[in-house]
């Protein structure tokens, strides 16, 4: 596949909440921002995937403009440091997700879009990345592919698609999308073997589905247009405009377009796929112990079977139970039934109400240069766990309510106050006073961890300031 016209461009879609992998997944830090699964985060996984076709662009990320500092650093990480990211101001649904990563794409090659959400999980990448190429022929001919997963057992979560007519040895025209099924119907739709789940995931030109989304949901393809075209550029991130596309109507693209439009078509495959929606799913696809637990961190058990611990901090010990999940946070815990995962959301509704912060943060920030966690705060202090990735730096900075206390208790950092620069080692303490312009670095090859206590009359970020004189970019470091 050499052919200029078979490009692919990666578009990710990353703007979920997660909220049913509630505590570990929040507003500010949600699921396809952890590594739920692996090491790696799950939108760092997805972009690996692709990152090996031969024909593939660097990607376009379509994220809430909350977590663009996170998203960058993934994107760092993944080799991508020029990743174009598309910061929504709202969600609005994956149907002007795509139309405004379509506008940026398009060019003059007229790519094939991959559309894939950020929070889901392959197995078998070379089985996907095969399924891909047997699409893109049906693609470039025009058609909207859809991605069927060959159901592996009735499932009630998922929504499903029925295989109409062949257009090709391996794609065929979609004949109807259903809805989530009760047991019984989704136990009919497998037996039929006319049927697959619904995965989310998509290969199209980017003007074809410009073209359908402006016949079969016109208004939407005009706010999309407009929020796109209004759009403010810093570097490689697109701010859309926000009354445009807050004007925008909210839909999937499901509904306003493959549901309507006559070219749909599907592609089966099986690559061992999994949409990481509970914390259910997160122990089917976990390795088990022989007792069927799946035991994450610092857990004891005895007499534990079929359940799901995950603790952060401490000492998690567990006694006669069984199927259930329980997640530690540095600030909430989580203890369910693990068939009871789904109602996760009527807790996170519950917070909502509340304005419950537990809900937004754990009070952890990801920075493009590491990020820091609060420890503890009160009445004229705070205190934070800071880490710089190697080779990172926060810009210099000046706090005029308060002093800044830095000990360095891993790697050796480089401090800047005022005129002065030196290295501090693990173990070593400085004092910045207020009003003092100061700076942190990494110049090693490890991430590196400081302590900051910060303490005056105002201790929030609100009152950093940058100093003019100072030869960094300005910009405040959180």
């Known amino acids: 596949m050499t052919n200029a016209s078979r490009t692919i461009v990666p578009v990710i879609l990353s703007g979920g909440s997660g909220t049913r992998l509630w505590p570990a997944s929040r507003l500010m830090q949600p699921k396809q921002l952890l590594p739920l699964v692996e090491e790696r985060s799950m939108l760092r996984a997805t972009v690996d995937r692709v990152a090996a076709l031969e024909t593939t662009e660097r990607p376009i990320i379509v994220t809430n403009k909350d977590h663009a500092d996170a998203t960058t650093r993934e994107m ?44 889901h999980t392959i197995r078998d990448a070379q089985v996907f990345q095969q399924a891909i190429r047997l699409a893109s022929e049906t693609a470039l001919d025009g058609y909207l592919v859809t991605f069927g997963i060959t159901p592996s057992h009735p499932e009630t979560g998922y929504g499903y698609i029925k ?16 809805e989530k099924p009760d047991d019984d119907t989704a136990a009919e739709y497998v037996a039929s073997g006319e049927y697959l789940w619904n995965s989310g995931m998509f290969l ?73 929606g509970s914390w259910a799913s997160l122990w089917e696809i976990a390795e088990k112990d022989e007792a069927g637990n799946v035991l994450i961190g610092d857990v004891t058990s005895f007499k534990t079977t079929g359940s799901y611990v995950r603790g952060s901090t401490r000492l998690i010990a567990t006694v006669g139970i069984d199927g259930v999940i329980i997640v530690d946070t540095p600030d909430a815990l989580l203890v369910a039934a693990r068939d009871s995962a789904q109602e996760v959301k009527e807790i996170v509704d519950s917070l909502q109400a509340q304005n419950r912060v537990e809900l937004r943060t754990d009070g952890t920030v990801l ?44 790697g050796t950092a480089r401090i800047t106050i005022g005129e002065m620069t030196r290295l501090l080692s693990t173990n070593e303490f400085v004092h910045i006073p207020p009003g003092e312009a100061h700076r942190l670095e990494n110049p090693g090859e490890e991430t590196i961890e400081v302590i900051e206590v910060g303490l005056g009359s105002h201790i929030e970020e609100d009152d950093a300031t940058t100093d003019t004189n100072a030869s960094a970019r300005p910009e405040t470091r959180r």
């Open 367 to 410: 920075r493009p240069w590491g990020g820091f966690q609060t420890v503890s705060s009160g009445p004229g202090y705070r205190v934070l766990r800071l880490w710089l990735d190697p080779g990172s730096g926060i810009p210099i900075q000046v706090h005029p309510e308060r002093s800044t206390q830095w000990l360095v208790v891993q």
């Open 204 to 276: 199209m030109k980017a003007s074809r589905y410009l073209e359908e989304l402006a016949k079969h949901a016109p208004d939407i393809a005009t706010s999309a247009r407009a929020a796109y075209d209004g759009a403010e550029r810093a570097k490689s991130r697109i701010y859309l405009d926000e009354e445009a596309f807050r004007a925008c109507r909210s839909d999937s693209i499901d509904y306003a377009v493959m549901e309507r439009t006559s070219m749909a078509a599907v592609l089966p495959t099986d690559p061992g796929w999994n949409d990481v």
């Open 76 to 119: 760092v990480a993944a080799g991508y440091p020029d990743a174009v990211l598309i910061l929504e101001p709202v969600g609005r649904n994956t149907a002007p997700a795509i139309a405004v990563a379509a506008h940026e794409a398009i060019g003059a090659s007229d790519p094939l879009l991959l559309i894939l959400p950020a929070d």
């Open 163 to 178: 295989v109409g007519e062949p257009v090709t040895d391996t794609v065929s025209r979609v004949a109807a999308f259903k």
